[in-house]
Structure formats: structure tokens, C-alpha cells
T-cell receptor, first 111, second 114 residues
């Protein structure tokens, strides 16, 4: 069973700061997902990646398959980025939707 | 294009009852997955349906079941409810069953057991 660890658990930043959230996993994967969850509960899928780097607006996700590690970066953070960010991995065998989740990082961006 | 719709948004039940939750995927999406989120265990995979067939199931007791209809809408049922079943239940849809398909999540159904 894959173990997914996220750090930090909580993060408070000032508006405009560069933010990094880390995720490591213990067993090989077919893909890694970064998800965003707002207080209401709904989840938005930010990135799905299996190698390299992806960028969407102010968000950048990277993955190092050899080191079993991924990072989510937020540039020029804004209070609307405040949310829980969750890392999840898809197994190599079986269904890609049988995700194993990290415990999440609560991000608060202060104006 | 409408997103994934889950109904109801909130539900209160008592121990021993049963409950049915509904998920309507994005139009054209044929794969539906269900997840449970609790403060203690976090997010956990429940099961996945594609073409009206359960393709995978997570480590949950038989009290948790589901089905998918020909229009891809899905329901999950929990029988003999326990206090520990209090959770946010999330549904996600994707176009097909195979790997590499991004998922789109609904806003969830928050179930409280008294």
C-alpha cells in the first residue's frame, strides 16, 4: 500500500509570497494528482502528472519519479488561494481512480 | 456544461437506518468514482463504476454498495448506519475508465449520523 506524506500540514503566508507544498510517496505510481478543496467541501483537480513539470497560471507542479517526490508551487500568492491542497497518487496496477491521498496542507494567505 | 451534481448536499440520519446518495456525472462521462472523507481517516476510495459495472472497490465493509445506471448516473447506498459513517461523500467522474483520465469532483454530500 502506498504511503503518501505531505508537508507542511499548515502554512500561513502573506499575500504575494512564493509558496511550496511537498508530497512524497513510498511505492511507484502511474500518476500524481494535486487537488484543491475549499471550505464548502468541493474538490477541484489542479494537476495530473506522471513526469516533469506542469504550469497553469500561477500554479506549478513538478514531479521527480526517481525520488518519489512532487512539489506544488504557488507564485504571487493571493488570499483566494486559501484552501486545503491535497496530493493523491494512482497505482501502477489496477484502476487509476483508486487514489491514495495525503492528509492535506491547509494554506492560509493573509492580505 | 454542468459539472458533477451530487444530491442531497446535506443529510441527517440515525444509527441503524440506511441512506442512498446520488451522483450525476458530467454529460458524456461514463466513469464514476466515490470517495469518503472523514477527519480521522482523510480521503479514501470507496468504489468505481464504468458501463454499469463495479470495476474496483476500496477497503470498506459490505454495508457500502453502489450501482450505475445506463445514463451513467450513480448511487451509493449505506445500510445499517453507524456513527463512524458520518463523513463527506464525494463523487468524481471521468470520460472513460482507462488511465490518464482527469477526474472532475462534485461538491459532496455531507452525511451526519445521530
Amino acid at each position: 500500500k502506498n504511503e503518501v506524506e505531505q508537508s507542511p500540514q499548515n502554512l500561513t503566508a502573506q499575500e504575494g509570497e512564493f509558496i511550496t507544498i511537498n508530497c512524497s510517496y513510498s511505492v511507484g505510481i502511474s500518476a500524481l494528482h494535486w487537488l484543491q478543496q475549499h471550505p464548502g467541501g468541493g474538490i477541484v483537480s489542479l494537476f495530473m502528472l506522471s513526469s516533469g513539470k506542469k504550469k497553469h497560471g500561477r500554479l506549478i507542479a513538478t514531479i521527480n519519479i526517481q525520488e518519489k517526490h512532487s512539489s506544488l508551487h504557488i507564485t504571487a500568492s493571493h488570499p483566494r488561494d486559501s484552501a486545503v491542497y491535497i496530493c493523491a497518487v494512482s497505482p501502477v496496477a489496477g484502476s487509476a481512480r483508486q487514489l491514495t491521498f495525503g492528509s492535506g496542507t491547509q494554506l492560509t494567505v493573509l492580505p | 456544461k454542468a459539472g458533477v451534481t451530487q444530491t442531497p448536499r446535506y443529510l441527517i440520519k440515525t444509527r441503524g437506518q440506511q441512506v442512498t446518495l446520488s451522483c450525476s456525472p458530467i454529460s458524456g462521462h461514463r466513469s464514476v468514482s466515490w470517495y469518503q472523507q472523514t477527519p480521522g481517516q482523510g480521503l479514501q476510495f470507496l468504489f468505481e463504476y464504468f458501463s454499469e459495472t463495479q470495476r474496483n472497490k476500496g477497503n470498506f465493509p459490505g454495508r457500502f454498495s453502489g450501482r450505475q445506471f445506463s445514463n451513467s448516473r450513480s448511487e451509493m447506498n449505506v445500510s445499517t448506519l453507524e456513527l463512524g459513517d458520518s463523513a463527506l461523500y464525494l463523487c468524481a467522474s471521468s470520460l472513460y475508465w482507462g488511465a490518464g483520465q482527469p477526474q472532475h469532483f462534485g461538491d459532496g454530500t455531507r452525511l451526519s449520523i445521530l
